[in-house]
Every structure is written in C-alpha cells, then in structure tokens.
C-alpha cells in the first residue's frame, strides 16, 4: 500500500477507572482516507474515538496503556500538548452541539482561540469553512441568527464548518448522522466524502449502509470473549469487510444477524 | 366510623388547613400593601410634586425631597454590584470549574456560612474595622461613606450571588465544553468563552437578586454610610456620607407624630422603594423566562 498511515494504534487498553473498555486494540488508520468503526453497542467504539484526541482524559480516573502514534509521534507521552493535540484532531459528537450564540460566533469560536482577531480575516475563515461544510448558501444571509434556530442537520453542518476553521488534520465523528433525518444523512456522507480529500476521517457509525457507503477502510470492534471489554477482531478495506469478511463474528454482524 | 371514611375526614382536614394557610399568607400580603398605600397615598395628595421629588430632606421644615434618598440608595447598591459581580462570578467559577472535590466540599458550606451572618453583626464590622481603614487610607474626613455602605452591601450580596451563578454554570451542557475542549481552547478559553457567556441570563438573575437584597438591606447600612441626606451629584459622593431610603424610614419612624406629613411621607419612600424593587424582581423573571423561550440553556 502506497498510503500513508495518519495513526498508529499500538496494543491500547483504556480504563475507566477500574473497569477495563479497550483491550489490547491495534489499527493502523491511512491518511486522507475515511475509516469506519463497525461494532455492536458498548464495545468501546466512542471510547476508542475519544483516545485518539484524548477527550476522554477530561472524565476523572481515566487511564490509558498502549501507545498511540500520530505521525510517529506517541499522543500519550509525557509532556504532549493535549490542547494542540486536539486542534490537529477536530471531533464532531453524536447530538449536534453548536454554542448557543450566532452562526459566525460558533464557526469564529476555533480561530478566536488560535489568536486570529481581524474581522476581515474571521470574515474570510467563516466563509471558506461554511462553504467546506456545503451550509454557506443556506446560511449566508443570516450569519447572525442564532444558531440553535436551525434544522438538526444543519446545525450538525454547522458543528462540521466550526471543526474544519481551525484546519485540522484529523476529524473524528461519532456517529454524526444519528439524529438526522435520511436525506441530511446523505448530504453529510457527501460532505465526508469531499472532505477526505483535505482530511483524515474517522467515523464511528451504527448504520452499515453508511459504512458500506462512505469509508475506505472497515474497523470491526466486538466485546471479548470474557464480554467485559472491547477489541478490534478485523479491519481491511471496506469492500472486502463487506463481501468477504474473514472472521465469522464480522459476517454475522455486517449481514445484519446481530447488534 | 370505618377506616375510609376516617381517612376521608383526615384527608378533608389536611386539605383544608393547607388552604386556609395558604390563602391567609396571599392575605397578609395584600394587607400589608394596601396598609402601605393608605398611609403612604396621602403624601403624594399633600405634597407638591416639584417638592416631593425635590433635592432637599427636611422634613421639620416640609422639606419632603426623596430624591437624596432614592439617588443613595441606587449609588450604594449599584457600586455594590459592580463590586460582587466580578468577585461573585470569580468565585463560582472557582468552586463549579476549577477547586478539587475536597476544596469546593469546604467552600460550598461556608458559602451558606456567610450567608447567615446578621447584618447587625456586619454593620458593626463595617463601622469598627473598615470605616476607620477607608478613612486612612483614602483620606477622607470620615469614613462613614457611600463607598463602605458598598462594600458592606457587596459583601451581603455575594452568598446569593455565589451560589446561583455556581448553579447557572452547572446547568451549562457538558456538550458544550466538549465542543470547545475538542477544539483546541484550553480549559480558561472555555470557562470564559463558552460556559460564562452560556450561563449568562442565570448569573443575570443572580445579580437582580443580589440588587433586590441590596436595595432593601437596613441595618448595616445605616451603621456605616454616615446618614447625611446630601444629594450625591458630585463626582467624590462615593467616598462622602450618604443616605438610603431605607435608613431614613428606620431612623426617623420611631419619633414622627402618626397622622403628619412626615408620617405619610416615610410610607410614600416605602411604596416608592416598593416600585423600585417590584421593577428589579419583574426584570429578573423576564431574564429567566426569555432564557427558556429561546432555550438557551439546554
Ligand atoms: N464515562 C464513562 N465511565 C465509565 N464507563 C464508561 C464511560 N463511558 C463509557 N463507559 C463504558 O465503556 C464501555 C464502552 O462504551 P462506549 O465506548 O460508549 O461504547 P460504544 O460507543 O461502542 O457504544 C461500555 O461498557 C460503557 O458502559
Ligand atoms: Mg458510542
């Protein structure tokens, strides 16, 4: 394979507290590629998600084992930046979760952040980020409105275009489309596909047409044997996860016999 | 008698006594008002308004000017404010999104703590312990002043103040700080960035609270503001003595003749400070109701 690897997961465990939810996972992610993690409900795929920008460091007594490598470079070192971890690393949640203020505040909010002050310039990242999340057209005329006055699928956009201002490297998803209605679930499986050209994506997704769809690369995630814990048991090209899944556990789940 | 019926004769009684105190406190306030308005009502009759809303208290030379009072009592609550907004908003920030568990199971308490002291008690601190320092410090001839009348007030105020703003921050979704961490803005960024300003309409109605407290606190107002009724027009009133609505009605109730102008016109600064507070409480409610129409905090 010709193409880059963006992370490298490497024997992780997590641990929420005592209780153990990533056991021993490994999985190379490509770069500029859209992967997909497949599993039934509780086998640590939001988990997972979150280990890769460290969210979950942010719920006390968490503890990570294993090395995670972001261009060859371990996030969970001593002495990484976690904040500029997560701007390289973007996240867009399951629930749309825009700021409760205005359309050009919440797309601004990243860039404020990063130090950007002039209006013109927060003008010219507004727009580009509205237009890379296919909302500027629906938005334009009223960047001022609040944007909790919009549709679900919209506001999912919105949290889309707010992730994409900061330019990061790496956007993860946790099941995005979960609660949008089919016809905005398509337009942002679109958006993802655009996206993968600039971006390295990382879906965690419930709906097996949308994997089947969307990604390149498959992560089948399943409990242990012992069902105390989650581990990947298949990863490879979506296609052939699909049509010629090497472990019986991943026929049965993409064929729709359980999860 | 049988049991059901025993139990419908208790649960007959039950319901008839919460009625009755329930009625009889809606009761007791009206009278309490329409008791102000008839005592009070006259004076506004008897009194030009020109005078009434003059600049000058003198009442054994019918000088009936409230605006000295009115215009005190807005200088000491508002510099009260402007001093526990900032302290207030900073401490229940600390406490909700910085203190360890341990520190903010120590603060929570004392917070309540403070909020229990007697006023008398805080008067007489302000009087014997920052009175004389404001006049050291500050050089002025006395250290009764509007400015302690402040600080006294503030300092009353920041237990509500606190303990609401800590409540509006709480109701603040986690979603929200997940978006802004996930973006790369450091915990700081997002407390003053995100969770403040989506908690805003809350630490609002803290501060009208904090302001309807402030506004109708007696005591130690009166023990530490020194009680000249001047108008406080010129730039220097906050460090000169002032004189509330509130202290002037303690102060001068106990020796006015019943029935007299001077009567009437102390119950006249009672619906007047009546007014003032009923306009804050409305403004609060409409914080809080606008809050839930746009559903800003979800
Ligand atoms: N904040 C948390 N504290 C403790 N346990 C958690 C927490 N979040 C998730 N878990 C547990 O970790 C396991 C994996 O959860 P999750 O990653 O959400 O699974 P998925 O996204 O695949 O449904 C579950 O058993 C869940 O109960
Ligand atoms: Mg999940």
Redesign the interface.
């Known amino acids: 394979m010709s193409t880059m690897l963006k992370f490298q997961v490497d024997h992780l465990s997590f641990f929420y507290g005592a209780k153990r939810a990533l056991t021993d996972v490994t999985l190379a992610i490509p770069e500029r590629q859209i992967t997909a993690l497949i599993g039934p409900s509780g086998c640590g795929k939001s988990t997972f998600l979150r280990c890769l ?1 460290r ?1 979950n460091d ?1 719920i006390h007594g968490t503890r990570a084992e294993g090395r995670v490598l972001l261009d060859d470079q371990d996030i969970y070192a001593p002495g990484t930046d976690v ?6 690393v ?2 867009v ?1 399951q ?1 749309p ?5 205005s359309v050009f505040e919440n797309v601004a ?2 860039p ?3 130090g950007t002050t002039s209006r013109s310039e927060l003008e010219g990242i507004v727009e580009a980020s509205l237009r890379g999340a296919d909302l500027w057209d629906e938005v334009k005329d009223g960047l001022k409105k ?1 944007a ?1 006055s919009f549709s679900l699928g919209q506001q999912q956009r919105l ?1 889309i275009a ?2 994409i201002a ?1 330019k990061p490297e790496v956007i993860l998803m946790d099941e995005p489309c979960s609660a949008l209605d089919p016809i905005s679930t398509l337009r942002v499986e679109d958006l993802m596909r655009e996206l993968a050209r600039n971006y390295t994506i990382v879906i965690v997704t419930h709906n097996m047409q949308q994997a089947s769809r969307a990604s390149d690369t498959t992560a089948m995630m399943m409990l242990t044997d012992d069902r105390k814990s989650g581990t990947v048991i298949e990863v490879g090209e979506t296609k052939q996860v699909f049509t010629k899944p090497q472990d019986k556990r991943t026929e049965g789940y993409v064929t729709g016999r359980y999860g | 008698m049988n049991t059901s019926s025993r139990i419908r004769l208790s649960e007959f009684a039950v319901e008839a006594l919460v009625r009755v105190a329930g009625f009889s406190t809606i009761g007791f306030v009206l009278l309490i008002f329409l008791f102000l308005l008839r005592e009070g009502i006259p004076v506004f009759l008897q009194v030009p308004l020109d005078n009434l809303f003059g600049t000058r208290w003198y009442p054994t030379f019918d000088f009936f000017g409230t605006l000295p009072l009115i215009l005190g009592s807005l200088l000491i609550t508002f510099s009260a404010i402007v001093i526990a907004l900032p302290l207030g908003v900073a401490a229940a920030v600390f406490v909700r999104e910085v203190a360890p568990n341990w520190a903010r199971e120590i603060l929570k308490p004392m917070i309540e703590v403070l909020a229990g002291i007697p006023s008398v008690v805080l008067g007489f601190f302000g009087m014997s312990l920052v009175a004389p320092l404001i006049r050291t410090t500050l050089g002025v001839p006395t250290g009764l002043t509007a400015f302690t009348g402040a600080l006294i007030l503030a300092y009353m105020a920041l237990p509500t103040l606190i303990s609401v703003a800590e409540d509006a921050l709480d109701s603040v979704p986690k979603s929200y700080r997940d978006a802004s961490l996930a973006m790369g803005a450091t915990q700081w960024q997002t407390i003053w960035r995100v969770v403040v300003p989506a908690a805003r309409s809350g630490i609002l109605t803290a501060v009208m609270l904090g302001m309807g407290r402030a506004i109708g606190e007696t005591m130690a107002v009166m023990m530490v503001t020194g009680n000249a009724a001047r108008m406080p027009t010129t730039l220097d009133s906050l460090f000169r003595p002032v004189r509330t609505m509130t202290a002037t009605v303690a102060a001068e109730m106990g020796e006015v003749a019943q029935g007299s102008t001077h009567y009437h016109a102390l119950f006249g600064i009672g619906i007047i400070l009546f007014l003032i507070t009923f306009l804050i409480n409305l403004a609060a409610a409409s914080a809080i109701f606008q809050k839930r129409r746009r559903g800003g905090l979800r």
Not at chain 1, 83 to 88: A, F, P, S, Y
Not at chain 1, 97 to 101: E, S, V
């Open positions: 920008n969210m942010t904040v500029d971890l997560r701007r390289r973007g996240m949640f629930r979760n825009p700021f409760p203020q909010f990243g404020r952040v990063l609040d909790l949290c707010r992730v900061v």
